[in-house]
């Protein structure tokens, strides 16, 4: 069973960079796809981005295009999300979560079975 577990999260300045990672536990974690989402409030759970199983695959919601950057380091087990050029707007509760196998609509929340237990991320105006 993989366990996930986000850090990296804090407060910074609008226009400001933060690095987000996901430690995974579990021999298998190189299977799978991984992704970001991210939750305001009072606003239901987002897509972010998404990273294949060898990182040569990413996808990113059009909110985040340009300045989020998902990769992955299967020796280290490890899924990151470097933003930058941050916004107030981009304020929320960030997600890391394992794909599950055969999914046709990875945007959705869905289609991931194991969540981390998110890191916040303010961004100040």
């Known amino acids: 069973q993989v366990q996930l577990v986000e850090s990296g999260g804090g407060l910074v300045q609008a226009g400001g960079s933060l690095r987000l990672s996901c430690a995974a536990s579990?021999?298998?974690?190189?299977?799978?796809?991984m992704a970001w989402f991210r939750q305001a409030p009072g606003k239901e759970r987002a897509y972010v981005a998404r990273i294949n199983w060898n990182g040569g695959v990413t996808d990113y919601a059009d909110s985040v295009k340009g300045r989020f950057t998902i990769s992955r380091d299967n020796a280290k087990n490890t899924v990151y999300l470097q933003m930058n050029s941050l916004k107030p707007e981009d304020t929320a509760v960030y997600y890391c979560?394992?794909?599950?196998?055969?999914?046709?609509?990875?945007?959705?929340?869905?289609?991931?079975?194991?969540w981390g237990q998110g890191t916040q991320v303010t961004v100040s105006s």
């Open positions: 579990g021999r298998t974690f190189s299977n799978y796809a």
């Open positions: 979560a394992k794909a599950k196998t055969d999914v046709s609509l990875p945007r959705l929340a869905g289609s991931y079975d194991i």
